[in-house]
């Protein structure tokens, strides 16, 4: 399953590397040759998410790693690492954009040559391949649950939208309007900062040992009282670590069951969830007796 994780994650980073390297390239020669400034700006963007992309490859990498003596519990943690460098780079990038749309406003930069169609052209390429990267990244981090990949499509979306803010500035400029490419800029800022902090918290909620939500508990709950032999769920704790969660749990059977029959019950238990709940990494079962 792990290897599968790794292998998922990694396929996936190579991808958006490639594509991000045409991007970068078709983007920059588009804004060298038709004069644009916002085309040249966007060009930029796409190279940073090749280092983004890099950073989910060693992220994911580490976090596949088995457990070993000083890290019983694994390594899964660490993808969480990689997916809060990833949201501090996307807000960067999102205070970046509004920066710059703001010195502009101030200093009337905006007011500079009409670009040329080439570079509308890129924009809206742009726009229609960063996108359809958002979705590919998007369902293949939600297929391993990490979010490091999650965040790494985030990105692409912001690329995306980036591009759209270029693409308006760029056929306001045409249309004799420069100053919407500015103002469209901090809204593309905004919902890149949105972004951020979604990504940002879910990695730091994954890290702080917090509870699953009440409905998968009450699932796990349903899903050994179903074993033979249990008669009641006595206590049930849950935590999340990284993308994997643990369980504790103790179950109630009848008092005068020898040790090896409480054990198997505990054993059927324990394979039942772990069938079932795929995401469950560990269970610890203890049996407390019933008399009569």
Known sequence: MKNEFEKIAIKVSVVSIIWNFILSFVKLLAGIFA????????????ASDVFSSIIVMIGVKIAARDSDDEHPYGHERLECVAAIVLA????????????????????????????????????IVS?????????????????????AVMADAWHHRSDALSSVGALIGIGAARLGAPIMEPIASLVI???IAK??????????????DRSCDICLEMDIRKC??????????????????????YVDMEIAADGSLTLNESHEIAERVHDEIEK?????????IHVNPIEG
């Open 189 to 191: 800022c905004l919902f």
């Open 224 to 245: 050994a009282m179903t074993v033979e032999g249990v008669e009641n769920v006595d206590m049930l704790k849950t935590r999340v670590f990284g993308n994997k969660i």
């Open 127 to 147: 726009i229609v391949v960063k996108e359809a990267m958002f979705w590919y990244t998007r369902y293949y981090a939600k297929l391993i649950d990490s979010s």
């Open 35 to 46: 004069h644009s400034g916002a085309m040249i700006s966007d060009a930029v963007h796409s």
């Open 88 to 123: 501090t780079v996307l807000m960067a990038t999102g205070i970046g954009i509004g920066y710059n749309a703001i010195i502009k406003l101030k200093n009337g930069d905006y007011q500079n040559s009409t670009p040329g169609i080439m570079a509308l052209i890129a924009a």
């Open 276 to 284: 079932n709940f795929k995401k469950v990494k560990h269970i610890m």
């Open 195 to 208: 972004a951020a902090y979604d990504i940002f918290m879910d990695a730091v909620n994954k890290m702080v």
